[in-house]
């Protein structure tokens, strides 16, 4: 924000060389989307080498209809969106469907519009109706849970099946659901919770550290010492269905 109160804007890429490795976000396109959350800004706008999200792949369907608005993201729209790549930068359409999940339930009205039309950004910012529109949802992310999006993920953690379904019905998550622990993270830091196949499946802050939770992993209630099963919950403000990837997502 200084940068802004003095005229200067700035310019954040994840591509960049000197971006280390361990603050990485995946893509730019997710990357805007955070920072947008943290700006709390009215809008993000996407820019591809499309005019917006279509019904069909553009350049193999002549019969192809622009989606000028879509009001919710769906598993239909995620399908639409598939795989594509524009081949350049780190992301695809469906990089930015994600994004625009992101953004929206996070408050913030998210534009995919074409970077090769003259004057983009200036006919968005003054409102002119171009490319598709995400408008923000009606089941928005608290507070306290955009910020989960937003904070730096230090470690992970994989959990069997039965903790999985746990997870998706928002119950706690205990020691003895918890099959491996990758990355070092200290109480309190966020972390990245996967199932065994490898769906990202929550975001959630670590009530122990990795050290500790070498020493429980795995273990049931009744082999834990009393100190520890006074607070067997793991992990605390969990937000499941993490950014909706793996076709999880509403």
Known sequence: MPCLHKKIIPVINENDAVATEEFKVGDNDNLSALVAILAQADQLYLLTDQEGLFSADPRSNPDAKLLSVVEKITPEIRQIAG??????????????????????????????????????????????????????????????????????????????????????????????????????????????????DGKALALGIARYSSEALLRIKGKKS??????????????????TKWWCINGIGN
């Not at 992310?141 to 470690?155: D, H, N, S, T, Y």
């Not at 009744?222 to 937000?239: A, D, P, Y």
Request: charged share 20%.
């Open 83 to 196: 795989g594509s790549s524009t081949g350049l930068g780190t992301g695809g359409m469906s990089t930015k469907i994600t994004a625009a999940d992101i953004a929206t339930r996070s408050g913030v009205e998210t534009i995919i519009a074409s970077g090769s039309r003259p004057n983009v950004l200036v006919d968005l910012a003054n409102g002119q109706n171009i490319g598709s529109k995400f408008l923000v949802q009606s089941d928005r992310l608290e507070g306290r849970k955009r910020w989960l999006f937003a904070a730096p993920q230090v470690g992970e953690i994989v959990v069997d099946f039965g903790a999985e379904q746990a997870l998706l019905q928002h119950k706690s998550l205990l020691p003895v659901g918890v099959s491996a622990i990758k990355g070092e993270f200290t109480r309190g830091e966020v972390i990245k919770i996967f199932s065994q």
């Open 222 to 239: 009744k082999e834990m010492n009393r100190s520890l099963v006074m607070n067997l919950v793991l992990l605390q403000c969990i937000v």
